[in-house]
């Protein structure tokens, strides 16, 4: 299948070097987290966290799989400094992340393993494509989640008529829904279609590509 074939590009103002690079001094730092999406599932701390963007990586133990992508937050004046508030109320820790980082302009992208944090306005064009595993339900109900991701996630960009943005299509032979979204896009995608489902939903590729 086409679709597999997974290459994601980060394209702002169709200039190549906006794509996310690691500095070389920050390369050599401890492994993270084998399962990324395992460590954001994780239940939300009863206490609010308070810190900064750049205190963020190290407000967790070592392992954490957060990372910042310095150079696209400066790109867009977001400073280093911006004060961070996590709150305890969204069911997972990662869904109370990605509301606080999208206040102040920001988002996470699956890269290298990990989740590296960088402006939103540059994070939108990062997609990734998901192949969703919905043979657990019937047709009908296979339909029906199909046109219902659409409206089941916040801040997305779907396709428009110059051609950007996401998409959602479902293979009814093979009982999987194919979605080209940001990765923000994705976990609430992914996110409500365990919970309509009734069981953690599976699909492929497990991690993103390399971006």
Known sequence: MSTLVLATLILVGCNADTAPTEPAASRVEP??????????????????????????????????????????????DIPLSTPLDI??????????????????????????????????????YALTTRIYDLSSVDTDRQTALAEAVYGAVTGANWLSVDGLGGTAELDPESSTLTVTQSFRAQEQIRRFLSREIGEPVSFQPATNPEQ
């Open 87 to 124: 709150p305890a109320e969204p069911e997972t820790f990662g869904e109370a992340l990605a509301d606080s980082l999208n206040q102040v302009g920001a988002e996470m992208v699956l890269h290298n393993n990990r989740l590296m944090i960088m402006a939103a306005r540059e994070a939108q």
């Open 31 to 76: 492994e993270p987290v084998a399962d990324p999406l395992a460590w954001l599932d994780a239940p939300q701390p009863e206490q609010r966290i308070s810190t900064t963007l750049e205190e963020l990586p190290a407000s967790f133990p070592a392992g954490s799989p957060l990372k910042l992508h310095v150079a696209s937050l400066k790109r867009v």
